[in-house]
């Protein structure tokens, strides 16, 4: 049984930063794409960053270019570094990984952490 388990959130005040890590268990593989998803209250959850398990291209959505990066270990473990944040970016943050190719919904996802910027 595949198990994904966030860590790193908190509260922080504008202008700071997080790491957000994932520890993955069970029975992957390093060709499996990793990403971060978050969900604000009252909104959808969105797409925040992924990184391909067969090359370690990496995609953000445009409104945290430049200021997070993911990363990954040995395909266990996935990271978020998150500097310069915003208000706007309070929102509990998943992970998630997926076979190759596969759309995010089919794969496994973690529990989520809570991230809160302060103004």
């Known amino acids: 049984q595949v198990q994904l388990v966030e860590s790193g959130g908190g509260v922080v005040q504008a202008g700071g930063s997080l790491r957000l890590s994932c520890v993955i268990s069970g029975r992957t593989f390093s060709s499996y794409d990793m990403g971060w998803f978050r969900q604000a209250p009252g909104k959808e959850r969105e797409f925040v960053a992924s990184i391909r398990g067969s090359t370690d291209s990496a995609d953000y959505r445009d409104s945290v270019k430049g200021r997070f990066t993911i990363s990954r270990d040995n395909g266990k473990t996935v990271y978020l570094q998150m500097n310069s944040l915003k208000p706007e970016d309070t929102a509990v943050y998943y992970c998630?990984?997926?076979?190759?190719?596969?759309?995010?919904?089919?794969?496994?996802w973690g529990q989520g952490t809570q991230v809160t910027v302060s103004s």
């Open positions: 998630t990984t997926s076979p190759r190719g596969s759309s995010w919904d089919s794969g496994y």
